[in-house]
């Protein structure tokens, strides 16, 4: 069933955890295995401070957050937990069509839109967290991703196959975020054989 929308019938927002401390209506502070629930946005934490009248949430320690079927994780987030702005440091992120990486600092625009500032991206499908490293992978300056168009633009990145530069895109080059066909670089491929050595093949589609 779908609540009801408009003012008075905002969506309710839940807290969880060991210790709970605050004022009615102003802030509450959540310790301990903390969690915060509001809608489709699910966040864990080892302290969250919710600061209601600016609906303004600030996070820390293991910090995790679940969004529309994307991942984050980190060591800190400040979030505005009603429109989805917000800061989040040094996170990794899973998203869910099957992409991930890492970056410095996370700018989250809204809930479709997000700056990822000295990161990486990989549709590589992860393996065991701590060995896991993706055959390919993209290193950039940054990164802006748009799940409403669909499509993410890397600006300044250097695309690395097994840990070692292959190439290098000073300007801008887009590629999708989905399997909906646009213009923009595709995953490379590797071949090995004894007639022609080594390959790489770097494919572009253009729509």
């Not at 969690?35 to 995790?64: C, H, I, M």
């Not at 809204?110 to 060995?131: I, P």
Request: with cysteine; aromatic share 14%.
């Amino acid at each position: 069933e779908k609540p009801p929308e408009g003012p008075g019938n905002e969506v309710p927002t839940f807290v969880f955890g060991e210790r709970i401390t605050g004022r009615t209506n102003l802030e509450t502070t959540i310790l301990g295995s903390a969690e915060l629930r509001r809608g489709k946005t699910s966040l864990r934490a080892d302290r969250v401070e919710y600061f209601q009248p600016e609906e303004w949430v600030k996070t820390s320690g293991n910090v995790r957050i679940s969004n529309a079927g994307n991942l984050f994780w980190g060591p800190a987030l400040e979030l505005k937990i009603d429109t989805f702005e917000g800061t989040f440091t040094e996170p990794s992120y899973r998203f869910l069509n099957g992409g991930s990486g890492q970056a410095a600092e996370i700018i989250f625009i809204d809930e479709k839109r997000f700056v990822a500032n000295q990161a990486t991206y990989t549709t590589c499908e992860r393996g065991n967290e701590d060995s896991w490293m993706p055959a390919w992978q993209m290193y950039g300056e940054r990164f802006t991703f748009d799940f409403d168009r669909e499509v993410g633009v890397a600006t300044g990145t250097t695309l690395r196959f097994k840990n070692v530069p292959i190439l290098h895109w000073p300007g801008s080059v887009s590629f999708p975020l989905s399997d909906k066909r646009t213009s923009g670089v595709m995953p490379p491929t590797f071949a090995v054989d004894t007639v022609s050595g080594v390959a790489l093949t770097v494919p572009y589609y253009f729509d």
